[in-house]
Structures are given as C-alpha cells and as structure tokens.
C-alpha cells in the first residue's frame, strides 16, 4: 500500500470529525496519507497526515473540485481516494471514480489491506447484507462516520493550490438546519425508542429523558421509522446513522442486528425491555427488565436531581 489520498471537509480552518475518521482508516492501511481540503481555513488545519494540499478557492463546485482531486490522485499514483460520508463526500466520490475510471464503493464500515488491493466492508441491499468487495486498481471509497478511529491532529506540511475554476455546477447557498436539535450521530447521549414505546405519543418520555440530561439527543429504530413515529433523522442502525456515544438507552427495542450495528461502538449501552431474552441484553453493560413507561419518569427525576446536584 502507497499512497491514499483523504478529502477533508472543513470549516473556518476546523476538520469535519467524520473526515479524520477517514484519515484514521486510511493510516490503519500503513499508507502514506495525503489530506486534500478546499475553501477558507484549509491551508490552517493541523492534520494527521504525511501531506496536506489546501485548494484555495471560496466557491464550491462539485465536478470542478472532484476534477481537482481526481488530478492529485493521478499525480500522486495513489492507490485509494477516500471521502467522508457525508452530504459532500457523496457529492465528489462518484465524480471522482468517475474521472479516474475506478470502482466507487459507498458508505463503508471497514477497510483491510489485502496484498496490493484493499478489501471494503459494507451493507448493501438496505442493510439485510454485508458486502465485502475489494479493488485491485485504484479505489475511490465513502467511509461511513463512527466507524473508525479519528486520529490526533498532527502537523503535516502544507501545500497551497489554486482550485479550479472551471466548473459546470456551482453551489449557491446553504440552508441552516432549523430547529437546533442535537444530531443523533454527534450527541455524547442517546436515548433511542422502539415499538416497545407502544404508541408515538409515548415518546414523550424519551424527550422527557433526552432533555434531562441537557445535551442528549433522541434516537429511534427502523421499525419506529417505518410506522411513521419519528423522523428519519433519528434512525440509527445499518440503514440509519452508526453512532458511537458515550452513553446510549436503547428503550424498547428488542436488538436486532440491524439496529445493533450502527450503535454497538457506544461505550456503555444500557437497556430497557420486558422481555428478559430480547437479544438486546447480551450487548448491554447495564439492563433493566420491566415496563418502559413504567421505569422512564423514574428514571428521568433520578436523572435530573443527579445532574442539578440535588
């Protein structure tokens, strides 16, 4: 393994951490890595990384910008183009394997060296199976967030570019997200309901203990989604968001493996359920066997009076 080149997301001279994950997955390979950003505050980040290559530039273009990394990438002779997960990764990676006529293999969980081609890991046909692909020529690869260790930042040498302005799309404007609402992938605390919850108007009490908190999010299972409960923003499993919390309620949701897997990287997981055998308890570091409407009021005074001090 050579060379992998790394598109991280910044803003105002801060890396996105879903793109550090994906420098982290790229340094497990024992590759040298090259860390491509664009726009303001690139030439200020602070990477782990062997080089990074800041693109100057203020207006974002998707296939300018792919054009761009596509070049690197053959300059460079790199062995693999990776991209974060996100909105912008889904953006540029198609484009990317595109110009460089290589395979694009999207929202992966894993990544392994296999002699001179790197194995993926990734479900596919809405999460009822795990993929694993390989590529022997160049790969261009979006790595789903929570899913892999974000190193420390570091100091690679910095080198500043011109971005292309030769472009056919141009991003206009970005819509803030109303609401402020804690994103379920970046909360330290989740709290997550399932049809154990009954009816949707119990979720309630899933807010009620979210909030006590003060800076938890709530979460949800596909099968909540699905009936129409909860928005799909807050899914978390295979075909939702992987999160990796330091603390996660999983409130009446039975385990399945579709919904373990994007939530059994959280560091201490704790779960409610009526039934002593639901498979969620054999992950749990912490259980509690009984009626969630019961427990949850409970448990959320216990909750405020611990973090008012009283």
């Known amino acids: 393994m050579s060379k992998i080149i790394v598109f991280v997301e910044q803003c105002n001279g801060t890396a996105n951490r879903a793109s550090t994950e994906a420098l982290g997955a790229a340094a497990s390979l024992g590759a040298e890595v090259i860390a491509v950003s664009f726009g303001e505050g690139a030439a ?126 141009l991003l206009t404007e970005i819509a803030a997200k109303v609401g402020g609402k804690l994103d379920v992938s970046e909360a330290p605390i989740i709290v997550s309901g399932g049809r154990g919850m009954k009816e949707p108007e119990n979720f309630k009490l899933i807010e009620d203990l979210a909030a006590a908190f003060g800076n938890a999010a709530v979460g949800a299972s596909r099968a909540v989604v699905d009936a129409g409960w909860r928005p799909h923003s807050e899914q978390v499993g295979q075909t939702g968001k992987t999160v990796a919390p330091q603390l996660y309620f999983a409130i009446g949701i039975s385990g399945a493996i579709q919904h373990v897997a994007g939530m059994k990287t959280s560091k201490v997981i704790v779960a409610i359920n009526k039934d002593p055998d639901a498979a969620i308890f054999k992950l749990a570091d912490y259980g509690i066997v009984g009626d969630a409407l019961e427990i949850l009021p409970a448990l959320t005074e216990a909750v405020k009076g611990a973090v008012s001090g009283a």
């Open 44 to 169: 200020n980040l602070t990477l782990a990384a062997a080089r990074t290559i800041a693109l100057e530039g203020t207006q974002y273009s998707p296939d300018a910008l792919a054009g761009d990394i596509a070049g690197i990438a053959k300059a460079e002779g790199a062995n693999a183009v990776f991209c974060a997960s996100t909105g912008t990764g889904r953006d540029l990676a198609p484009r990317v394997a595109a110009l460089l006529d290589s395979p694009c293999f999207s929202d992966c969980t894993a990544v392994a060296a296999d002699g001179d081609a790197i194995a993926f890991t990734r479900p596919t046909l809405a999460g009822k199976l795990i993929a694993n692909v390989k590529s022997t020529g160049t790969a261009v690869a979006t790595l789903r967030r929570n899913c892999f260790e974000a190193p420390e930042a570091g100091s690679a040498e910095v080198t500043i570019q011109p971005a292309s302005a030769d472009f056919k799309a």
